[in-house]
C-alpha cells in the first residue's frame, strides 16, 4: 500500500460547484498535511498549510484534516476556470526542514466555464 | 529574480549523453531540493541539501544520478549517461529550513524538462 493516495482524474466540474479533492495515507506519524496547486508547465505552489487535525479555511479554499480516518480534503467553492489545474496533496512529519515531505500524485481538475 | 530559478527549460540530448541541471535557490534559503515528475507518477523526491551538504540521497534513482551545491546557493544535478527513462521534469525547490510552523513550505521553480532521444 502507497504511503498516500490520491485519485489523479481528470475531475470535471461546471463553473461555480463545489469541488472536493481528498487524500487518504496509512502513516500514522503524519501531523503536517498541505494542499499544493500546479498549473501546467509550472512548478507547484503552496495554497494550504494545516497542522494536526480540523479544518482550516482561507477564502474559497476549506482544508480538512481527519486524523482519525487518515484522509484529508480541499473544498473549493464558487470554482472558477482559474481553478483548472493539478492539486497534490503532501504529508509531512515534521513541520521543519520538509525533508521527508511526501507527495500524493495529484489529481488534475477542470472547471468548465 | 524572487523566485527559485532553473535552467535550462527544456533540454533535448541522446541516449548515452551527460547533462547538467542548474538551479539557484530564493536568497536566503538553506534547505534545497530536487524533485522528478514524471507523467502519471507524482512527485519523486531526489535529494535534499541543507546548506552545502546533503544529509538525504536517498531518493537518487541509481549512481548514473548526482547533485552538489556550493555556497549554500546554487545547485547542479547531473545526469551521466542519460536513458530515455531520464525524461521527465526535473523540479528544483528551496525553503527555509528546519523549526516552525510555515518553515516546511516550499517554493518551487518551473522546471528543466528533459527530453531523452
Known amino acids: 500500500q502507497k504511503e498516500v493516495e490520491q485519485d489523479p482524474g481528470p475531475l470535471s466540474v461546471p463553473e461555480g460547484a463545489i469541488v472536493s479533492l481528498n487524500c487518504t495515507y496509512s502513516n500514522s506519524a503524519f501531523q503536517y498535511f498541505m494542499w499544493y496547486r500546479q498549473y501546467s508547465r509550472k512548478g507547484p505552489e503552496l495554497l494550504m498549510y494545516t497542522y494536526s487535525s480540523g479544518n482550516k479555511e482561507d477564502g474559497r479554499f476549506t482544508a480538512q484534516v481527519d486524523k482519525s480516518s487518515k484522509y484529508i480534503s480541499l473544498f473549493i467553492r464558487d470554482s472558477q476556470p482559474s481553478d483548472s489545474a493539478t492539486y497534490l496533496c503532501?504529508?509531512?512529519?515534521?513541520?521543519?526542514?520538509?525533508?521527508?515531505?511526501?507527495f500524493g500524485k495529484g489529481t488534475h481538475l477542470i472547471i468548465q466555464p | 529574480g524572487a523566485g527559485v530559478s532553473q535552467s535550462p527549460s527544456n533540454k533535448v540530448t541522446e541516449k548515452g549523453k551527460d547533462v547538467e541541471l542548474r538551479c539557484d535557490p530564493i536568497s536566503g534559503h538553506t534547505a534545497l531540493y530536487w524533485y522528478r515528475q514524471s507523467l502519471g507518477q507524482g512527485l519523486e523526491f531526489l535529494i535534499y541539501f541543507q546548506g552545502n551538504s546533503a544529509p538525504d540521497k536517498s531518493g537518487l534513482p541509481s549512481d548514473r544520478f548526482s547533485a552538489e551545491r556550493t555556497g549554500g546557493s546554487v545547485s547542479t544535478l547531473t545526469i551521466q549517461r542519460t536513458q530515455q527513462e531520464d525524461s521527465a521534469v526535473y523540479l528544483c525547490a528551496s525553503s527555509l529550513g528546519a523549526g516552525g510552523p510555515n518553515t516546511g513550505e516550499l517554493f518551487f521553480g518551473e522546471g528543466s524538462r528533459l527530453t531523452v532521444l
Open positions: 503532501a504529508l509531512a512529519e515534521s513541520g521543519g526542514g520538509a525533508d521527508g515531505l511526501t
